[in-house]
């Protein structure tokens, strides 16, 4: 090996020792582990094929999972992509220093802790919190016990407060996208006698086509592994109606006995769904050379 080449890999080795230790190791075994059944106590590894993967196709609480995931999912991504684009127009046409206040006040939830939102939320959607008293004052009908304690209401919860979270980060990726666009296409629509919606129809959103495309991917992927807001806020109640798939993979890996290997078999049940999902999102929203 040359010399030059040694330093390269030198260089490369804390990276390589990373994704192999934290990314490749972990992968490999939770595999394995998905054709076995895993005794915590004893650590004992039997393989048992299929049985998980079977386990889970048969198991009712995986397809409530399941059905709850794809609910936050196409709930809250096509919201999120629609008001974070929204945002972003709106702020680029606001004065430079305003411009700044808003993107910063925007993008301020995604950067703050899931768990700290998470418990101000607990707050807000309890009986007595300010969402049901300012729901009193409007005369809007309310669960009575909280949002979060009301099968019917606690996963919409969950999506809205996601939906407020998001979009500021969403926004700042518009933004970007925007900004990339070149100022003469819109000079020339406005010579032309276009109308700022028809400017926003005919030039901003097929310019916006690749951002789109990543938007739509990476919160897709995002809300379907959507974990810390229900563990935190209602532990999968009340009754399952906020049970997800990545809640149900921890609760059966650390709260229920000698279920490790089950779990693994639903994560990669989730891995396979993520794959597909983003394969048919790539192809419907293609970018065009």
Excluded at 125 to 135: E, K, P, S
Excluded at 177 to 187: Q, S, V
Excluded at 214 to 233: A, D, L, P, T
Aim: glycine share 4%.
């Amino acid at each position: 090996m040359k010399k030059r080449d040694l330093h390269h890999w030198t260089l490369l080795a804390p990276w390589v020792v990373t994704l192999g230790v934290f990314w490749v190791y972990p992968l490999v075994y939770a595999l394995v582990l998905s054709f076995s059944e895993y005794r915590t106590l004893t650590n004992e590894i039997t393989l048992v094929g299929f049985d998980n993967y079977k386990r889970a196709f048969a198991d009712d609480t995986f397809w409530r999972a399941l059905w709850n995931t794809a609910v936050f999912t196409v709930g809250t991504v096509p919201v999120t992509t629609a008001l974070a684009l929204l945002l972003a127009s709106a702020v680029r046409t606001q004065h430079p220093k305003l411009a700044s206040v808003f993107r910063a006040s925007f993008f301020l939830p995604s950067v703050t802790s899931l768990v700290v939102i998470a418990l101000v939320f607990t707050n807000l959607y309890a009986r007595d919190g300010y969402v049901n008293v300012i729901c009193g004052m409007m005369g809007v009908s309310y669960p009575a016990n909280g949002w979060l304690l009301d099968q019917h209401t606690a996963l919409a919860a969950i999506m809205a407060m996601d939906v407020w979270i998001s979009a500021g980060y969403y926004m700042v990726l518009f933004l970007a996208g925007m900004e990339a666009i070149p100022k003469d296409l819109y000079e020339a629509a406005e010579l032309a006698g276009a109308r700022p919606w028809q400017q926003f129809w005919r030039i901003t959103l097929p310019m916006l086509r690749s951002t789109m495309l990543f938007v739509v991917v990476i919160n897709s992927i995002k809300s379907f592994q959507i974990f810390v807001e229900v563990y935190v806020m209602t532990k999968g109640g009340p009754l399952g109606s906020t049970t997800t798939l990545v809640y149900e993979v921890y609760h059966q890996a650390f709260e229920q006995s000698d279920s490790m290997g089950y779990a693994s078999a639903i994560a990669y049940l989730i891995f396979v769904i993520l794959l597909v999902v983003s394969f048919v999102q790539m192809r419907l929203l293609r970018v065009r050379s």
